[in-house]
């Protein structure tokens, strides 16, 4: 079992920043990627960046360029480091991590964007 606390979302306008916090606990060692997904209200859901466990990192084209993903080990803790953000970044931002066919879900944390 893998459990997944969320932190760092909120409004910010047009082009600020927010940072994301993803905390794991449980079995964390099973872990191979973990990352996060975002859904805006009437769209699916869609990946916006993931990081393995061997470091190698994916990004959504649409944040490539402005979002960075990382993770610090120690701490067992995810980061979504969101620059330049734009109204069309606002959803629910919900952390995840895949341990084999399994994937664990946070809670989820609102961003919206908007002046």
């Known amino acids: 079992q893998v459990q997944l606390v969320e932190s760092g979302g909120g409004l910010v306008q047009p082009g600020g920043s927010l940072r994301l916090s993803c905390a794991a606990s449980?079995?964390?060692?099973?872990?191979?990627?973990m990352g996060w997904y975002r859904q805006a209200p009437g769209k699916q859901r869609e990946l916006v960046a993931g990081?393995?466990?061997?470091?190698?990192?994916n990004y959504a084209d649409s944040v490539k360029g402005r979002f960075a993903i990382s993770a610090d080990n120690a701490k067992n803790t995810v980061y979504l480091q969101m620059n330049s953000l734009k109204p069309e970044d606002t959803a629910v931002y919900s952390c995840?991590?895949?341990?084999?066919?399994?994937?664990?879900w946070g809670q989820g944390t609102q961003v919206t964007v908007s002046s």
């Open positions: 990081v393995t466990r061997g470091g190698i990192v």
């Open positions: 449980g079995s964390i060692a099973s872990i191979d990627t």
């Open positions: 995840y991590a895949r341990v084999g066919l399994r994937i664990y």
